[in-house]
Each structure stands twice: as structure tokens, then as C-alpha cells.
């Protein structure tokens, strides 16, 4: 990353998928602490990408299948990467995450590689079961990985273009995100924290449960 005086170049990589109700409103949003958006379109029928195309500093790549929030993740990464971008800000297009928080993601990492929302230090509006696998989940990768995981599914992250460069995802799924953390742990790099709150309002969850439990189990033992 560029040094303390220096402002670093940041972009957001948001994947999405049949996110024409909320789309524009979040990667409008984004854009007012970011340099530039990079939305992956993975494979919506819904003409959500039109919604977006006129926007400036938004680049919108369109894959040509449904391939999953890994694959579209690293998709983005690869474009973040190659546009030489300091930082790496992703979020859900579902308007889960409150974009205003970007600036601590990015303030707190002058201290870490990897930075992850925390969303279990209030969980009153987050559902029963997301609590209890993600606590799971979480416990799991802190032995793993040997450090402290608080909230290991939370898919609004920063992330240290250093850490791009050598960390990579191969699984396509909802999985990735603990990939992500396992290869990073794994390759020495930091992991830390911020606190943020999560909206849950009308937008229905396209994380397939065994799935993702499966996906979780595959990568865990790798």
C-alpha cells in the first residue's frame, strides 16, 4: 500500500446476481468513498447490470453464466489488480451493507492484510441459524488458522492489494470467503476487524444452505 501520506487508491468489487431492486442504490452509494466500482455481473436475467451502465467510474464486467460469489469475487480481484487499485473493498449488492463504514475498512488497514465487518457484536436482526453457523464457522477457522476469526462470514471486507496478489480463491461458492481466510492466515498475513451493522430487510438470501456447509467442509480440510 502507498505510504501514510499518500491517499491510496481504492476500489470496491461488488458481485452480483439479479439485483435490480437494490443495485443502483448501493453502487451509488459506494461511490462516494471509493475511486472506482467494479461490479461483476454473474450471470443476472434480470437486466440488473442496466441499471448501472451509465454510471461514472463504475465498470461492470458480465460473465456469461451463473458461476457463484467466489468466481465473481475473483474476477473482480484479477481487475482490481491489473488496474493497479492499493485496496479492494467488497460488498454485497443486497443492501446489507451500510457503505459508509468503508473509510474504517480502510483506515484499518494500515494495521492489517485483511480486514473483516464484524456483524456478531449485535445480532438482534440477524436470524437464529446465521448466528449459530457463523459462530460455528468462526470458532473453526480461529483454531485453523490461528487467529482470532470473529465473524467469518461476512462477505464486506478490505483487502491489501499485497494480499491479492499472492492469496487466491479456487472454489466458487459462498465458500471463498473462508478460503480467503485460510490462505491468508496460511501465507502469514493479518487479519483484523470492524464492527458494523447489517440490514436485513425484504431481499431474499441466494445461499444455498448444504451447499454452502459442504463448500465450507471442503475447504476447511484442505
Known amino acids: 500500500m502507498n505510504s501514510l501520506n499518500q491517499k491510496p487508491k481504492v476500489c470496491a468489487v461488488i458481485p452480483f446476481y439479479n439485483e435490480n431492486d437494490f443495485l443502483f442504490d448501493v453502487v451509488s452509494e459506494t461511490l462516494n468513498f471509493v475511486d472506482k466500482v467494479i461490479a461483476v455481473n454473474d450471470g443476472s436475467s434480470d437486466g ?14 458480465s460473465l456469461n453464466h451463473n458461476y457463484g460469489k ?5 474476477v473482480g480481484f484479477n481487475e482490481s489488480i491489473k488496474q493497479n487499485f492499493d485496496i479492494a473493498i467488497t460488498l454485497d449488492a443486497d443492501k446489507q451493507h ?15 492484510d485483511i480486514v473483516i465487518g464484524n456483524r456478531l457484536n449485535d445480532t438482534k436482526n440477524m436470524p437464529v441459524q446465521r448466528i449459530l453457523s457463523n459462530k ?3 470458532s473453526l477457522l480461529t483454531i485453523k488458522t490461528r487467529q482470532k476469526i470473529l465473524d467469518s462470514q461476512c462477505g464486506y471486507r478490505g483487502y491489501k492489494a499485497e494480499l491479492l496478489k499472492i492469496v487466491k480463491s479456487y472454489s466458487y461458492g459462498y465458500e471463498a470467503e473462508s478460503e480467503m481466510i485460510i490462505y491468508a492466515a496460511r501465507s502469514g498475513f493479518k487479519i483484523g476487524f470492524v464492527n ?10 441466494k445461499m444455498n444452505s448444504v451447499k454452502a456447509i459442504f463448500g465450507f467442509i471442503k475447504v476447511f480440510f484442505k
Do not use: D, M, R
Open 136 to 138: 460455528i464457522t468462526s
Open 48 to 61: 440488473s447490470e442496466k441499471t448501472i451502465n451509465n454510471l461514472e467510474q463504475v465498470q461492470v464486467i
Open 98 to 112: 451500510n457503505p459508509a463504514f468503508i473509510p474504517e475498512f480502510i483506515s484499518q488497514l494500515n494495521y492489517f
Open 70 to 74: 467466489g468466481y465473481a469475487l475473483q
Open 196 to 205: 458494523i451493522s447489517t440490514i436485513y430487510g425484504n431481499e431474499k438470501s
